[in-house]
C-alpha cells in the first residue's frame, strides 16, 4: 500500500472511494457537520498538495478556499463553486 492506502488502485477506483468517505460525513440540515466536511477537504487538498483555507463568515459556518495555480497567470481565472449541506432526508422505517 502506499502512503494513503492505495496501491494497486486506478484514479477511478481511488475517487469513488474518496466520494464514498465524503458522502459518509453527516451534512443534513438542521445540523450540518461543517467541520467534518472541512476536515476531509482539508486533508484531501493536503493529499493532492492544493493550498487551502478557510474563513468563517457566519460562525459555525466555513467557507473553504482550495487554490490550483495555474501554468498561464495571464488566462482568466476559473471558479467552481459548491456548498456541502444537503437538504432532510425521509428515511424509510
Known sequence: LDKHGFSGMSEED???RKFREYLRINTEQPIPDY???QAFLYTLADEL???RTSHEMVPGKPIIIMTIPGSEPAL???ML???????P???VR
Open 35 to 37: 467541520y467534518g466536511c
Open 49 to 51: 498538495g492544493i493550498a
Open 76 to 78: 482568466p481565472a476559473l
Open 89 to 91: 432526508t425521509f428515511r
Open 14 to 16: 481511488i475517487a469513488v
Open 81 to 87: 463553486y459548491s456548498h456541502t449541506d444537503v437538504v
